[in-house]
């Protein structure tokens, strides 16, 4: 069964634009979830998904926004960057996105904003 | 609030014990898990414990839960240097939906 993909793995760009990221979960599972991590801040919740529903939010500004396609499949997106953007994100999935599951996580797609 | 705390470092001897500390702030029912991640890769879930038990034992890796103090500890047995990286100790309130609070992560060094 293949794990957790995300694409691209690393991104470079400029304050001011903005960014999709893809995550695409371990086939069969509903529930995906994205997670932010920096050097200063940890790793930080910051929404999931479940059956095409943002079930979940951290506490992010709202540029920061996701969706769920059909196949479970999810996309986060980021607008106007900002330099403090700059972070690893990882994507988990899940077969429902109870706490007693085994989340699997993706490699995660490094942002550097410049 | 949820606020989950951990040691940055551990330096151990190949084939010695490794124990890494976490304690955690919430005191409702909690699911309490550690997580390994080494470099260049996500973070990999280890094991979990819910908060109505005392210890776990999976192999090398036993867990200790302290519930009076909000204390979790994660013991490797045996530890070999393929077990150096970060181990993130995380809480999620039970009831819902997992949604985790992170400690800042131990770095384990492991050397020969």
């Known amino acids: 069964k293949a794990g957790v993909t995300q694409t691209p793995r690393y991104l470079i760009k400029t304050r001011g634009q903005q960014v999709t990221l893809s995550c695409s979960p371990i086939?069969?599972?509903?529930?995906v979830s994205w997670y932010q991590q920096t050097p200063g801040q940890g790793l930080q919740f910051l929404f999931e998904?479940?059956?095409?529903?943002?079930?979940n939010k951290g506490n992010f500004p709202g540029r920061f926004s996701g969706r769920q396609f059909s196949n479970s499949r999810s996309e986060m997106n980021v607008s106007t960057l900002e330099l403090g953007d700059s972070a690893l994100y990882l994507c988990?999935?899940?077969?429902?996105?109870?706490?007693?599951?085994?989340?699997?996580f993706g490699p995660g797609t490094r942002l550097l904003v410049l | 609030g949820e606020d989950v705390e951990q040691s940055l470092f551990l330096s151990v001897r190949e084939g010695d014990s490794s124990v890494i500390n976490c304690t955690y702030t919430d005191s409702s029912s909690t699911y309490l898990y550690w997580y390994k991640q080494e470099p260049g890769a996500g973070l990999q879930l280890l094991t979990y414990?819910?908060?109505?038990?005392d210890m776990k034992q999976d192999q090398r890796l036993t867990v200790l839960l302290n519930k009076k103090d909000k204390h979790l500890s994660l013991r490797i047995a045996d530890t070999q240097t393929g077990d150096s990286a970060i181990y993130f100790c995380a809480e999620a309130v039970s009831g819902g939906s997992y949604i985790p609070t992170f400690g800042r992560g131990t770095s384990l060094i492991v050397h020969p």
């Open positions: 086939s069969g599972h509903r529930s």
């Open positions: 414990i819910f908060s109505n038990m």
């Open positions: 988990a999935s899940s077969l429902e996105g109870q706490n007693q599951e085994t989340q699997y």
């Open positions: 998904y479940f059956s095409e529903t943002q079930r």
